[in-house]
């Protein structure tokens, strides 16, 4: 995994308001991190295009 890439994850357990399900996610973890972590930090987006939120 390489930060910038963008990958589909199962974020089924969460606690509270947390998004769930498999969504599309951004890896923001530096590569040296990547590659002997064993976790990585995602930005998690939505799949949902349609609806524009103004800001």
Do not use: Q
């Amino acid at each position: 995994m390489k930060r910038g890439e963008i990958y589909y994850a199962d974020l089924s357990l969460t606690l509270g308001s947390e998004m769930g399900k498999l969504r599309p996610v951004l890896i923001v973890s530096n590569d040296i991190s990547n590659r002997v972590a064993t976790t990585v930090t995602i930005l998690p987006l939505t799949s949902n295009v349609t609806r524009v939120y103004k800001g």
